[in-house]
């Protein structure tokens, strides 16, 4: 069974801090994502990294950066937290399945910056 | 770009009841996924389908490429399902590792 971890399920943090998010998978996968889920936008691409250094900047990236120094970890980093940016982060990596890419989910992080 | 909707944004229903979401979108795909996300956040892979139908258990999820449409139906519904389920569609075309996400159905299923 593939499994996707990350670091914390409830996060609090305040206006300023760096944050760190981390994401572990086991499968060996090249691709992991990082998205942020918000009501009623659903799921929306922060980065995405289909090696190890590689990343590629996806919808909002603004605000946010990422690390992938190991294949099987994919670190996304609040330079400076704000309130906005308060949401459910949900880290994924992707295999090729009979021609597709099938994501796996981590649990997500709830984070709130007040 | 893909672009995908879903509908009903919300649905409430009672045990037992036949349950159908749909899901459209704009650009010709080789697959669409269906995932289920339950309360606490962990999202899950359903199905993905490229053609016709497929069932596991009381689940059906069926495709229409030719109308960009797909839909997922729920038998014998049960509050277990109670879920937020999310329609995926690759971004561009065929065989991309970046999905596009539907904003999710919320079900309710009432004892």
């Known amino acids: 069974d593939v499994k996707v971890t990350q670091s914390s399920r409830y996060l609090v943090k305040r206006t300023g801090e760096k944050v760190f998010l981390e994401c572990v998978q086991d499968?060996?996968?090249?691709?992991m994502f990082w998205y942020r889920q918000d009501p009623g936008l659903g799921l929306r691409l922060i980065y995405f990294?289909?090696?190890?250094?590689?990343?590629e900047k996806g919808d909002i990236p603004e605000g946010y950066s990422v690390s992938r120094e190991k294949k099987e970890r994919f670190s996304l980093i609040l330079e400076s937290a704000s309130t906005n940016q308060t949401s459910m982060y949900l880290c994924?990596?992707?295999?090729?399945?009979?021609?597709?890419?099938?994501?796996?989910f981590g649990p997500g992080t709830r984070l709130t910056v007040t | 770009k893909n672009e995908v909707e879903q509908s009903p944004q919300n649905l409430t229903a009672q045990e037992g009841e036949f349950i159908t979401i749909n899901c459209s979108y704009s650009?010709?795909?080789?697959?669409l996924h269906w995932l289920q996300q339950h309360p606490g956040g962990g999202i899950v892979s359903l199905f993905m389908?490229?053609?016709g139908k497929k069932k596991h258990g009381r689940l059906i999820a069926t495709i229409n490429i030719q109308e960009k449409h797909s839909s997922l139906h729920i038998t014998a519904s049960h509050p277990r399902d109670s879920a937020v389920y999310i329609c995926?569609?690759?971004?561009?075309?065929?065989?991309?590792?970046?999905?596009?996400f539907g904003t999710g159905t919320r079900l309710t299923i009432i004892p």
């Open positions: 389908l490229s053609s």
């Open positions: 995926a569609v690759p971004r561009f075309n065929f065989g991309n590792e970046k999905l596009t």
């Open positions: 994924a990596s992707s295999s090729l399945r009979r021609g597709e890419y099938e994501q796996y």
């Open positions: 499968m060996d996968h090249e691709n």
């Open positions: 650009v010709g795909i080789s697959a």
């Open positions: 990294s289909y090696d190890v250094k590689m990343k």
